[in-house]
């Protein structure tokens, strides 16, 4: 049985929406705009940064694993540099780091890609109120479907538009994603395709395509290290972007609009 979604409203707060993956980061603004919130939106954590210094909001989520400046070095420089030691920060990534790394730069919660509408929403509410915030929470990953857009939906609070929206910004982000992948792999550009798996390792999270998720994974951890991923992982990668896109075309077309 599910959870029932936390009472919550959100109006009057100000909340700072961090992450570099598009389909991730409106899934998060559209979940706290939903409550209430006025959202602003970074892609990156210089961003970020630049944003809070202009004026700090009430609440910031953000991604971790971003290109130049990292979700963690971010909230560092928040804590510590802009001197915001009170500035409640939720932690979101599809790899969670250790509890001393979220400690050091003052994370009050953490949560695990996928994430869920009332996972997020019971965080927010707690870091909201002084004292109630649970740290390093999170929501594991699983593997197996090209789409499960049951699940997806679910997730979302039962917001089939909103998943409809998603899956939109998922399409026309990364149709190409798969030759962008191999250009980087035959250029020898390990960080771009590690990049480019991270997003599809969180955005499948995100939109409940498993597969998708678990062969970005693999290829992620293997590009991590500084290795190529072989043949085989790479073809499973590309099969199951393929297959993710496929079924989520087939969704939308079969699916009626509604909200």
């Known amino acids: 049985m599910d959870m029932p979604l936390p009472s919550i409203c959100l109006a009057g707060r100000r ?15 559209g979940i706290l705009r939903d409550a209430g919130a006025a959202v602003e939106l970074a892609n990156d954590g210089r961003s970020a940064v630049l944003a809070v210094a202009a004026g700090a909001p009430d609440l910031v989520v953000t991604d971790l694993d971003m290109p130049g400046v990292d979700g963690l070095a971010a ?67 699983g593997g197996g479907a090209d789409f499960d857009a049951k699940n997806a939906q679910e997730r979302m609070g039962g917001r089939k538009e909103l998943l409809r929206r998603m899956v939109g910004v998922f399409t026309r982000e990364h149709g190409d994603t798969g030759r962008r992948l191999d250009t980087a792999l035959a250029g020898g550009e390990l960080a771009g ?26 290829c992620e951890e293997i590009l991590a290290v500084g290795r190529q991923p072989d043949a085989a992982l790479v073809t499973e990668l590309h099969r199951a972007l393929a297959t993710a896109l496929a079924a989520m075309a087939a969704w939308s077309a079969a699916a009626p609009a509604s909200s």
């Open 15 to 29: 909340i700072l929406v961090v992450d570099d993956d598009p389909v991730c980061r409106d899934l998060t603004a």
């Open 75 to 141: 909230a560092g420089i928040v804590r510590w540099d802009l001197g915001l030691a009170d500035l409640p920060i939720i932690a979101v990534s599809a790899g969670l780091p250790s509890p001393a790394d979220l400690l050091a730069t003052g994370v009050n919660a953490c949560l695990g890609k996928p994430v869920s509408e009332s996972d997020l929403l019971a965080a927010t509410a707690n870091c909201l109120e002084p004292g109630l915030a649970t740290p390093f929470g999170s929501v594991p990953a």
């Open 193 to 218: 395709a590690r990049r480019i798996c991270h997003a599809l390792r969180g955005t499948g999270a995100s939109l409940g395509a498993r597969r998708l998720q678990s062969a970005a994974a693999a």
